[in-house]
């Protein structure tokens, strides 16, 4: 328990996140960096980058109000202290990709009713799987739901993002660095907290795994809805830009069709469910295909 309360305190939060890779950033990028020129005049990229920012935005409010809300619920006060610095980063995840549709144009007053326009219906239902087991107050599931299956997939998508953009779009590349840093550690202390609850709770184990389930089904419908959408990757060919040639889990992305893309993506979240499931002793479920 010393071990867990040192790497999940907030100090420790403190020294890793505002004062460490956060320092001298705005708004998660570095002062100054802007949404590249490709945007300007070019309604289909622009269109394409607001969709999948409105996505961000969905994801992020659902994990702030799952790690606010699980505050109360949490056994002991160390998982209560690391539930507030998650919530702090959540809502910092919220601001820095509202921001964004900011600088994408999109006008103040204009920001929900793109959001509603956007929203992808899947990925509402997957958070609402979440948020029913955090109003209930269910510890075990809603740290399982959040910090194991949305960060877990969080934590993927922004890591092939981020590989799609470092050449593309920096400063969207350097905001997505910053939340990568943070969904590391919540995943952690998804595994290191939840293991011995489910130890202590063995009764828990078919509700969380249907819970698994069915989040995985409408985050794969997810998924599959987003990689349809050709429109800005015949875009860039149109107009000539060339795809990012980095890699993702050793797939070069810039020879990936978008069918291919959503395969290894879809692929690298389920395997990593696997082997965190595994450590805290739930038995992955397979999902239909969407």
């Not at 489910?198 to 599959?224: H, R």
């Amino acid at each position: 328990m010393a071990d867990f309360l040192s790497a999940y305190s907030i100090q420790n939060w403190l020294e890793s996140c505002p004062q460490g890779y956060l320092e001298k950033t705005e708004y998660g990028h570095a002062p100054g960096e802007n949404e590249p020129e490709l945007f300007d005049g070019n309604e289909v990229l622009r269109a394409d980058a607001i969709r999948t920012t409105v996505q961000l935005v969905v994801g992020e409010r659902c994990a702030l109000a799952a790690s606010s809300g699980l505050i109360n619920a949490a056994p002991d006060e160390a998982s209560k202290r690391f539930l507030a610095t998650q919530t702090l980063d959540e809502a910092r995840h919220v601001e820095i990709f509202t921001q964004r549709l900011l600088d994408l144009g999109v006008r103040k007053n204009e920001i929900e009713d793109v959001i509603s326009q956007h929203a992808n219906p899947n990925l509402v239902s997957f958070a609402e799987i979440l948020l029913e087991k955090v109003d209930k107050k269910d510890f075990v599931a809603g740290v399982v739901g959040q910090n194991i299956v949305l960060e877990g997939m969080a934590f993927s998508v922004f890591e092939m993002m981020y590989a799609m953009n470092s050449d593309l779009n920096p400063k969207f590349a350097h905001t997505l660095s910053g939340t990568i840093a943070d969904e590391r550690r919540h995943v952690g202390f998804g595994e290191n907290r939840i293991g011995s609850l489910i130890q202590e709770y063995p009764e828990k184990k078919p509700e969380v795994e249907k819970m698994q389930k069915d989040m995985s089904y409408f985050m794969l419908a997810t998924f599959s809805d987003a990689f349809r959408d050709t429109q800005a990757v015949d875009e860039l060919e149109r107009i000539g830009q060339e795809r990012s040639h980095n890699e993702f889990r050793g797939a070069d992305l810039g020879a990936l069709s978008p069918e291919q893309m959503e395969h290894v993506l879809a692929d690298t979240v389920l395997k990593e469910f696997k082997v965190r499931l595994d450590r805290i002793g739930i038995d992955y479920q397979t999902p239909a295909t969407p």
